[in-house]
């Protein structure tokens, strides 16, 4: 790799200007002479630095060597202070060097070897700008070697002169040390019931390939109190610093310590846990000592993890049975440039991974219980063309992006938030709207395998690669109850080469088989669904209908017909979801495709919300703006409605609307046994497209309810803008009484919600 007879190989002397660029100059060569080797003419001016540096093409050679040396012919008159620094960049900037004095010629011969694997790799790089010291990793991804050189620090010599690089190779390991864990630990030690844990492991591994869960199998057998024994793997980790207050999301995140590998585990059931942790990594294997820990319950019941509801088809149910409804928004990133179009005059800001922290905060005030987040190119991503620090292609899963989904989902946990981890957006596979197929890893033309967007349905290469990377995902994120499903794809009927791809058999197919898949290997069998763009109008039964899907995803987006439409695409939602039997998510919602007006915009949070709620949606419809509910502090329609529905079991409700009579006024209902549940708004208002409109006061408005049976009955009349109760009332129904009962509502703007209940039998005289 160092043949210097013919040309540089790209080396060149580099110098540093004032405006931190750099400027280069190219080396000539010494041809070789009688004994006198050639080589890389090396110019040295003391005092001063002189760098040279060669770009670096990494094959198999790199990542098999042991050592990297040096040869350099060196002139006697060379200063014995003389330093030389060994120095590497990475692909993602990181800098890493070795600065040592430069040794005594023998016959005017230098060898300077530097450890490129093992543990004297790890000990002996000084990280510049980074605490990451050299890994497994670092030689796959070098961009640039070189070396400089300088006087010692205080030292005056001068010399003019040059030394010749005369070879620079790769050397073979010396015998390689056993595999052996070097240390773990976990937390915590005695757990409570649905409380993550992890074991962090310490390798003297140096894994071939670190992210494959199959080669690099750690692996816990953890035997639970009821006996069956659970499998949980083991992933490959690196630690970051995080800076709070730097928003972009390439510099947030400062590399630090040594990679590790963490397994992540879930107790369900209280008791003792007998765990025995395994290794086979490249041929070598340990076992550790059996370890136990018990599990314990906590004050607040553990619910369990989240289901389909086995007997109520549009609804989710934890474990233990309580009824799950998700009240939510979709913040798939953390910012959106189309909201800047929407609203031009904003001063919101994208404030990167803090925002999450921020948002969670006021989502966990309000009762916002559920976001969901994106692993797209710009956000989350596992793969990716190596745009940004971590991407490296297919198969090298980046450790910033997941490093910062763990500190949303640990942030989601401190919050009782539970997340939809969406783990393909349609662009990256598409060719129509969004398309990302000219910057995809996977793209043949960017050293990928796939000559066409659409063979990732059909590749095997694909398709193992997508079970690779579902592994890591379940591995590193499915032990949190706060993962509430997986999604396989944002609109995926925008996949593909054009707008009816998706109903080509392979697409069903793909997902029949990684939903499946993911299911197997899921331990906690978390829910899965993919989704369609638009409408539930674009969904196509051969996806919708299999049984490896747990639900469906769509948009309410209208192409005409404004609000109206919106309301008429969550009913009749509701109807195309009863028929197929699976909850139907909309899980994106607010305007067209192109938005509206923001006048609109701010009339559909409620809308969509107090509609979904009153149409047997187990997921609340997820608004699209998530900015402008931020921005125009839009949080108390949710915690109008978050406390509206605490503690209110919809599951066998009847639902019906319909118009007042006389009034522009539409009546939702909920009917059970024992309670009625309504929520009236106001059409003039809400269905206008004027901007600006103000709601008008209504007066006098009279409901008449079903017949109810014999008894007494608590009136709660509340308002939506404080999200507070603000009348209560008895209403009596005797015996023999045939007319329906009529309720008189105090005045409303826009809109008002109420419960009938019957009220509480009487203790027995003397109970308290």
């Known amino acids: 790799m160092g043949d210097f007879s013919r040309d540089a190989s790209g080396w060149v002397s580099r110098s540093w200007l004032a405006d931190g660029s750099a400027k280069t100059e190219p080396l000539s060569v010494r041809a070789a002479a009688g004994d006198a080797p050639g080589g890389l003419i090396m110019p040295l ?16 050679g790199w990542l098999d060597a042991g050592h990297l040396e040096f040869v350099f012919a060196v002139p006697q008159s060379l200063p014995e202070t003389a330093m030389i620094t060994i120095f590497t960049k990475d692909a993602d900037h990181l800098w890493r060097q070795q600065r040592r004095r430069f040794p005594a010629p023998q016959d005017g011969v230098v060898r300077v070897s530097v450890p490129i694997r093992g543990r004297e790799a790890v000990a002996s790089w000084e990280s510049l700008g980074h605490q990451r010291p050299w890994t497994a990793l670092t030689a796959r991804l070098l961009s640039e070697v070189g070396c400089s050189f300088e006087p010692d620090t205080g030292a005056s010599d001068t010399f003019s002169g040059e030394v ?28 409570l019931l649905g409380e993550r844990m992890e074991w962090t492991l310490r390798l003297s591994a140096w894994p ?28 490959y980790y690196e630690d970051f610093l995080y800076d709070r207050e730097e928003w972009d999301k390439t510099k947030c995140l400062t590399p630090s310590g040594e990679p590790s590998f963490k397994i992540r585990y879930c107790p369900r059931g209280p008791g003792e846990y007998s765990v025995r942790i395994s290794g086979d990594i490249d041929g070598e294997t340990f076992k550790l000592p059996e370890m136990r820990f018990h599990a314990r319950e906590s004050a607040e019941p553990y619910r369990g993890f989240v289901r389909r509801d086995p007997d109520f088809d549009q609804f989710f149910v934890h474990d233990d049975g309580t009824p799950f409804w998700g009240l939510g928004i979709n913040v798939r990133s953390p910012f959106d440039n189309r909201y800047q179009q929407v609203a031009p005059y904003s001063q919101w800001q994208d404030q990167g991974l803090a925002a999450y ?25 596992l793969e990716w063309i190596n745009d940004a620090p971590g991407f490296h292609g297919v198969g090298h899963y980046n450790q910033y992006r997941a490093w910062m989904l763990d500190h949303i989902l640990r942030l989601a946990e401190e919050n009782d938030i539970y997340l939809i981890i969406v783990l393909n957006n349609h662009g990256k596979f598409g060719m129509t709207y969004d398309t990302e197929w000219a910057r995809n890893p996977y793209n043949k033309e960017l050293g990928g395998f796939l000559d066409k ?25 499915s032990a949190s109850p706060n993962v509430f499903s997986w999604k396989l794809f944002t609109e995926v009927d925008l996949t593909g080469p054009s707008l009816s791809f998706y109903l080509d058999p392979s697409v069903a197919a793909w997902h029949r088989e990684m939903g499946a898949y993911m299911k197997e290997q899921d331990l906690y069998k978390h829910p899965i669904n993919t989704h369609w763009m638009l409408s ?35 009913r009749s939602g509701r109807v195309f979801a009863k028929e197929r039997k699976k909850p139907l998510l909309i899980t994106e919602y607010g305007g067209s495709s192109y938005a509206d007006s923001m006048g609109n915009l701010m009339k559909q949070v409620s809308i969509g919300l107090w509609t979904g709620f009153f149409n047997e949606a187990g997921v609340i419809p997820m608004y699209w703006w998530f ?14 409605l978050s406390r509206f529905g605490k503690d209110e079991d919809r599951r066998g409700l009847e639902c019906r609307n319909y118009d007042l009579s006389g009034l522009p006024i539409n009546v939702n209902e909920l009917r059970g046994k024992d309670r009625l549940l309504y929520w009236l708004f106001d059409t ?85």
Not at 627 to 640: G, T
């Open 357 to 381: 922290e921020r948002l969670f905060r006021k989502y966990r005030e309000n009762g916002i219980n559920l976001v969901e987040v994106w692993m797209c190119s710009w956000w989350l991503a």
């Open 627 to 640: 900015a402008l509910v931020d921005d125009k502090d839009l949080y108390y329609e949710y915690r109008a």
């Open 164 to 191: 010749v690089l005369t070879a620079m190779r790769l050397l073979p390991p010396q015998a390689l040390a056993p595999l052996r864990v070097l240390g773990m630990n976990y937390e915590p030690r005695s757990p």
């Open 208 to 235: 071939a390939a670190p992210f494959a869960l199959k080669r690099t199998r750690i692996v816990a057998e953890i035997t639970p109190p009821h006996g069956q024994v659970e499998l949980a793997y083991g992933f």
């Open 684 to 768: 003039e208002y809400y269905l206008s497209d004027l901007e600006n409109v103000v709601p008008a006061r209504r007066e006098n408005v009279v409901l008449e309810l079903p017949r109810l049976d014999v008894g007494d009955y608590q009136v709660e009349i509340r308002d939506l803008q404080r999200g507070e109760v603000c009348e209560e009332r008895t209403l009596a129904v005797v015996s023999g009484e045939e007319e329906r009962q009529r309720l008189s509502l105090p005045p409303f703007a826009a809109h008002v919600a109420l419960k009938i209940k019957a009220a509480p039998l009487p203790l027995p005289d003397g109970g308290q």
């Open 453 to 477: 967007c659409e063979d990732y349905f059909t590749d095997e290469r694909a398709r193992a690669a997508f079970k690779q990377t579902a592994d890591y995902i379940l591995a590193r994120w």
């Open 536 to 570: 539930y109008h674009r969904i196509n039964d051969a996806i919708a209908t299999l049984p490896e899907l747990d639900a469906m995803a769509t948009d309410a987006y209208y192409s005409g017909g404004g609000t109206a439409q919106l309301i008429n695409l969550l």
């Open 45 to 60: 001016q003391f005092p001063g630095k002189q760098e040279f540096v060669t770009p670096v093409v990494v094959g198999d």
